[in-house]
């Protein structure tokens, strides 16, 4: 697995600097929001490794080289993981230096980090099964999907438990901070499986 | 003990399929699967590489079940060449080694580095500005470096020039004076097998014509050019295929089932070839 995470790193570095530099600005900006759409991005970096795979027919070479199945599959997450870590461990440490610059109403807390960690988990997790099934760029159609109904369901939830009362309830916090984590656990723990059974499928289509 | 055994391999698709494949490569030989584009070569070494699943049949690799968990360690003796090269084009042969040194316990870096210069393989320069000599020798150095007991080549020297060509045929005959090492090579220069291999496996339409020893296929076909009205005085069960021109016939016969007055020209394993796919065509 090893060799694999380096290859999409090598890959990804040299194609993506720009994507990058994207990231780390983001990640360093100030607010939630923008930590978010940092994290958001870094889930999406296994998609592109296996485009770039496909795009070489890297995966037809692979499929005859010492790697499982699983190897496979689980240096996707693994990429996944990493740069999500990554992007959240960047925002963290923005977050709490510009704490120290702007002198008020600024929120430095790392409270928001853990969450938005496990969303980026979530979407590697509900994702990646499809892109390994019916490729990237079928794949990326349940991505775009996807999105819109966490979007949707997202607004949904906040305004029909908050309401019009600006207070978030106990509740919603309560999910946030321990739901969201323990979703992203689950999510990951059958998607795995998942995946592999996938790309076994597709391998021997 | 042989590097490649099939058995009543099935594989279909639809629209095509390997039917009934029984082949085996003998260790230490190198045997040259032929046939035109779209025969099954292939789908043949997918399927022996466990790159895809038979619908029946048996595939043992080095002594090994390919379909057995201990494939999977078989896999570390088994250099691979396919038609392309098929790394990221991002990466550079640097990196590649890079990558290959965690793929393969048994990766020699020294002698990976040492195909590079061989070679001139620029280790800095990325892939996708490497010429399809340049590909096909880094594919090949890669698969040479983790002291592999067998090489499976699909179409490796296709598209190469005479000379590239050549210097790859040579670095293959020295890979084969190890009398452990094997080679199962797909082209359809059939001029590069002829001058390599030992045996020599046919494939036409998703099956196997024939797998045989080559000079025992000189030997055992030959060629009698004559004018059309001798056709009829060669024995039918000895014509597996004519060629017929106005100035007269060239036929493919088996030397045992013809007459000496006939003069028999040698047949080389490219006439063979093109000769029973006509005959078939023309049948």
């Known amino acids: 697995m090893k060799a694999l995470l380096k290859k999409d790193i090598f890959v990804l570095i040299r194609q993506m600097r720009m994507f990058l530099v994207m990231i780390v600005v983001f990640s360093v900006l100030p607010g939630m929001n923008m930590s978010i759409f940092a994290i958001v991005y870094c889930g999406m970096l296994p998609y592109t490794a296996m485009a770039y795979d496909e795009r070489s027919k890297w995966t037809q070479l692979a499929a ?55 969303i980026g988990l979530i979407m590697i997790a509900v994702t990646l099964p499809p892109m390994f099934r019916f490729g990237v760029e079928k794949g990326r159609m349940f991505f775009i999907l996807l999105i819109v109904v966490l979007a949707c369901g997202g607004a949904g939830l906040v305004q029909g438990v908050v309401g ?15 739901g969201v984590p323990a979703l992203a656990v689950v999510l990951t723990a059958v998607s795995i499986p998942l995946s592999v059974a996938m790309y076994k499928r597709q391998k021997y289509a | 003990m042989n590097a490649i055994e099939m058995k009543h391999v099935n594989k279909s698709f639809g629209d095509f399929a390997i039917q009934n494949l029984d082949f085996a490569l003998p260790q230490g030989a190198i045997c040259g699967l032929v046939g035109e584009n779209g025969a099954g070569k292939s789908t043949t070494i997918r399927l022996i590489m466990h790159a895809l699943r038979p619908d029946s049949g048996e595939i043992s690799v080095l002594g090994v079940d390919n379909a057995s968990p201990e494939f999977q360690q078989v896999k570390e003796d088994v250099g691979i060449v396919l038609d392309e090269a098929y790394y990221p084009e991002t990466l550079n042969a640097k990196q590649v080694g890079s990558v290959m040194a965690d793929t393969y316990q048994r990766w020699d ?43 499976i080549l699909d179409e490796a020297t296709s598209g190469l020039d005479p000379i590239v060509r050549d210097e790859i045929l040579e670095l293959f005959s020295e890979f084969t004076r190890d009398p452990g090492h094997s080679i199962l090579m ?15 496996a046919f494939l036409h339409k998703g099956q196997l014509r024939f797998c045989a020893e080559k000079d025992a296929l000189r030997d055992e076909y030959g060629i009698v050019s004559c004018a059309k009205a001798q056709l ?15 100035y007269g016939a060239r036929v493919l016969v088996r030397r045992a ?15 063979i070839i093109l000769f029973l796919v006509k005959g078939e065509k023309n049948a």
């Open chain 1, 64 to 118: 005859m080289m010492p790697y499982t199945p699983g190897d496979i599959v689980l240096s996707k997450y693994a990429l996944g993981w990493l740069a999500v870590g990554f992007a959240t461990a960047l925002s963290a440490v923005a977050n709490l230096i510009l704490g120290h610059f702007i002198p008020s109403g600024y929120d430095s807390s790392l409270s928001g980090m853990l969450p938005s960690f496990c």
């Open chain 1, 164 to 178: 019009s009362d600006e207070e978030v309830p106990a509740a919603l916090n309560a999910f946030i901070s321990l």
């Open chain 2, 109 to 151: 870096a020294a002698v990976y580095e040492g195909y590079l210069k061989r070679f001139d393989l620029p280790p800095k320069k990325f892939f996708k500005d490497y010429s399809r000599g340049m590909t096909m020798k880094l594919a090949i150095a890669v698969a040479l470096s983790h002291s592999p007991r067998l090489l």
């Open chain 2, 186 to 200: 797909s082209s359809h220069i059939v001029s590069d097998l002829e001058k390599l291999c030992d045996y020599i």
């Open chain 2, 232 to 246: 009829a005085d060669l024995p039918a069960e000895a014509v597996c295929g004519v060629e017929q021109s106005p």
């Open chain 2, 257 to 271: 089932l013809v007459s000496s007055a006939f003069q028999i020209e040698r047949a080389n394993i490219e006439d």
